[in-house]
């Protein structure tokens, strides 16, 4: 304990931990979560308004509501990735309970003349994103432990990577991390742990051959994911006349992303000094967001709605740490290197992600207290997503990249009801496109959704399934070195318990 409670106070690394483009991926999207009725339409409320959940799409859709109004509501996520590796397959299932949606919107009936016919102001919760899952994948690969380490260490000065008399291995860790950056500080793991070795012991060497001798090697991989992305929405809006709605929001959020990976490697060839090896990462990340809302929704004629909105780009202030440990048989390794583990973190700036901003056309046919349809229309333009500061050379040079693979998103939802006296039933489609211009593992998202209703007083229950499947890559190392491709296959069963007053 006084060897960790000795180095707590130095675990500060002066330098950025290396965010990419997957980091910018993960908080520009959002599924759509939200109340039962939102999620049986798939979404497509932007010409509709009139449920808490779709002030997330356009913030007009408050003035739409005729008297006050209180929903929340809890879902079963339940998450299945199915992985496949050079030619093996492996499947994981997890389940969670989660409250998703909780909020209220206020009405205000104007009686004077001015043709304003009433205000509406809102406040609602919602969980946008929630990062719970776990995949694991397993197979052969040409690309092993060490390939990563070989990839930081050439060019880094041996000297550095060496542990001075009377220093110890957790400091000069820290101490690397601190002075000269992330990868000299993986050359140091992949030194110290045995994998890799300089090609001559002088302190300025800087080229760097492998200890671990295979054509292809065994690996287990597992990541697992918690957190979550959350939104306030603060909404005010009006109605003019009874035929255009108008409105704006503010939007808060909060982030929390934990991410945990253990790789586990065997199958080296007889001959090779090293015969296993593990690397597992700890990662966490922590912050807040800011965005905005404009949008408006225009009866034409007693059917027809149409729905236009403008969500701002999503300013993400975030902060990095990350734990790590590594080991392998090889014969001469330092022993000490068991004392680099995950009570050992290093803290990062703080860095901003900018988001891009989303355009949503809208339009509804509304059949009286029959039913309706609805359809969105999504655009985003994912190659003017950011990391800041720019003046960063390491954010500068992956923006230029962000802005190569990542292109335009459209986004297709449909969605309809149907009333029968105090039941309503409920059904949705969605299609989004994929965020890269030209990955074919990075497939399209579709999603299918149904639902019901059934209203009693002022009390209404509404229950929806929704189901969304898309292929996306997964990296065994965060140099994308060697990935799988993993089916990823969300299903949800949400209950949401509305209260008009």
Request: hydrophobic share 35%; with cysteine; charged share 15%.
């Amino acid at each position: 304990m006084k060897r960790i409670h000795t180095f707590i106070l130095l675990l500060l690394c002066t330098l950025a931990s290396g965010q990419t483009i997957n980091d910018v991926l993960r908080f520009s999207i959002e599924d759509v979560q939200g109340t039962a009725r939102y999620q049986a339409l798939s979404g497509a409320f932007g010409a509709l308004g009139g449920e808490l959940s779709a002030l997330s799409i356009n913030p007009a859709g408050s003035a739409v509501f005729n008297n006050g109004q209180f929903s929340m509501t809890a879902s079963v996520h339940h998450k299945k990735n199915n992985a496949l590796f050079n030619g093996s397959f492996a499947s994981t299932n997890e389940s969670q309970l989660e409250f998703n949606q909780a909020g209220g919107v206020w009405v205000f009936k104007n009686r004077g003349e001015s043709g304003w016919n009433k205000f509406a102001m809102a406040v609602n919760y919602d969980l946008v994103q929630n990062f719970d899952n776990d995949i694991f994948i397993q197979g052969n690969s040409t690309v092993g432990i060490d390939k990563y380490f070989l990839n930081y260490a050439q060019g880094v000065p041996l000297g550095p990577l060496q542990v001075q008399d009377g220093e110890f291995i957790e400091a000069a860790y820290l101490d690397i991390g601190g002075s000269l950056g992330f990868g000299a500080q993986q050359a140091f793991l992949g030194f110290q742990s045995g994998f890799i070795d300089p090609v001559e012991f002088e302190n300025d060497n800087t080229a760097y051959f492998s200890n671990a001798e295979y054509d292809q090697v065994n690996q287990n991989y597992r990541q697992s994911t918690n957190g979550f992305n959350s939104k306030l929405v603060l909404n005010f809006a009006g109605q003019y006349q009874n035929f255009l709605s108008v409105g704006a929001s503010l939007n808060f959020h909060t982030v929390l992303y934990e991410r945990v990976t253990f790789l586990d490697e065997f199958g080296y060839n007889p001959g090779s000094a090293i015969q296993s090896g593990t690397f597992d990462n700890f990662l966490r990340t922590r912050g807040s967001g800011f965005s905005f809302g404009l949008g408006a929704i225009a009866k034409v004629g007693d059917m027809v709605r149409l729905g236009a909105s403008y969500q701002s780009p999503t300013w993400y202030q975030l902060a990095d740490d990350l734990s790590q440990q590594v080991n392998s048989d090889f014969p001469d390794k330092n022993p000490d290197i068991r004392y680099i583990d995950f009570s050992i973190v290093n803290l990062f700036p703080s860095y901003t992600i900018k988001t891009p901003g989303r355009y949503t056309g809208s339009l509804a046919m509304v059949f009286g207290t029959s039913g309706l349809l609805s359809f969105d229309y999504g655009y985003q333009d994912m190659s003017n997503a950011e990391l800041r500061p720019t003046s960063d050379p390491d954010f500068n040079s992956e923006n230029q990249f962000i802005s190569q693979q990542l292109g335009a998103v459209s986004t297709f939802r449909a969605g309809g009801e149907y009333r029968i006296s105090q039941l309503s039933l409920r059904g949705g489609y969605r299609f989004e496109q994929s965020p890269y211009k030209n990955n074919s593992d990075w497939g399209d998202l579709q999603g299918y959704s149904g639902g019901l209703g059934f209203s009693f007083g002022p009390n209404r229950l509404d229950f929806t399934y929704s189901h969304t499947r898309q292929d996306i890559p997964q990296s065994i190392f965060e140099l994308d070195l060697s990935s799988a491709s993993v089916e990823r296959i969300n299903s949800f069963y949400t209950l949401t318990y509305t209260l008009n007053f």
